[in-house]
């Protein structure tokens, strides 16, 4: 495996946990992983109904297998069948759709993250003004409620530009339609790289690296290393399986080759077949982040385990899954192109590859420690919402519950004491709201992660070193 040399302040990998497959690599199964306890190692019946689907298995019938980051480029991507494309105009997200998230069920989520960066933003301690630069903005909801909620605060003054990176003409139009109370302040731009590498601001992304295309791999006891599956024909030959590649994994980049490079104690004990998802995209578009951005805050919000613990002896089929109709899809190559298809982040790569290019890692919190730490933090600031009716009570239901749409195992709900959730509320004095906090959060959920680059002090705001 080749790559870049490891810097000798990087995060520490796999080692860590050498002690806990000891303990626990023949524990079972979780019980409400359903579509994980289900297994993915065989496909099935696979029912072929989409014209993703039935490219893809035109193009493996014809080259043979192919790995799974392909498939599953495919499946989302393909410009005229794949699942995303195809629904440019007709939104999977919400009720209506597949699956929801902290955006769509309300306002609430953006106006919380509006007050962190409402601080932030007065406190910035560069010669320029920042700019608030959001990749992955999707149908542009999360910029309106932090925009909106920012001229609530007066804090529109302190970004110079509100910066979507947009490579889809057809979403920058839906973005640029929702947005046009907010036209003085937001600007489109196709590619990350036309940052230029000298912008100051705050970098935001928001189930963005959940969504790209992975590979997933299986370890191969008899060479004592990785190997990976591929999505080939089926028995039938008119439908797609698994397929087991008996060779070693090579040619990953260097960030995730160090960290597969398993030490020795777990390398005894980790089961034949066991499998986890890899993605050299997210890696690769970190990379590009972290030196299209001169100096400044990124803020990566998505699923996955925290830093450090990202085998799961629990999850011997890894995290990869589908989402159709608001139900988890036990067999992500099922119909392709008619599903979500996700996987769980790996912070830990993320983290190495932007130390790399000269960040810093600060934390990784998870949602309910991040927005109820927020609400304390802003306990004189009255924060006004909009939204009435159902679409707040299930923002406040769904922030309450994680469980419903994040994996996290605890609790966040706040509400003036005493007042009707129709009427109009705000974030005041500690006595107006109540915050319950429950225990024993799960190590997969929403994770909010933050990294910092560049000297950043009063006399101004260096490039990020090289």
Known sequence: MQGTPCPQNATVRAGTQAHLWRQNFECEVDPGDEFLANGLGAAGNVVLVTNSAQNLLDSVRQSGPMRFDSFMRTALYDPDSGYYERHLSLDPVGKSGDFITSVSVGPTFGRLLALWLSQSLKSWPGRKIPCLIEAGSHNGQLALDILQALSDLNGLDHIHRYLIVEPSAIRRDIQYSRLQAFHDKVEWMKDIHDLGGQMEGIFLSNELYDAMPVRRLYWNRNLDNWSEWYVGVDQT?????WHRSSAP??????????????????????????????SPDA?????KISESIGCG???????????????????????????????HETNVLNSPGSMDITADVCFDDLIYVAQIHGWTHHSCKSQNHFLTNILQANSGISLRVRHSGPRRMAGGFSLSFPRHFSGINSRFWFNPAGSDLSH????????????????????RGLQFFFQSGGQVSQAGCAQVPR
């Open 297 to 327: 805050t990124m803020l990566t919000i998505d699923y996955g385990p925290l830093p450090g613990h990202w085998l799961i002896p629990s999850r011997p089929q890894g995290s990869l899954r589908g989402f159709r109709k608001h139900h």
């Open 283 to 287: 890696v690769e578009y970190h990379r």
């Open 249 to 278: 994994v090579l040619d990953v980049p260097r960030v995730i080759a160090d960290r597969l490079n398993l030490p020795s104690g777990v390398r005894q004990v980790i089961p034949d077949g066991f499998t986890i998802e890899v």
């Open 424 to 443: 109009e509320f705000g974030v005041g004095d500690a006595d107006e709201f109540q915050i319950f906090c429950g225990e024993g959060i799960e190590s």
């Open 237 to 241: 030959g008119s439908g797609l399986d």
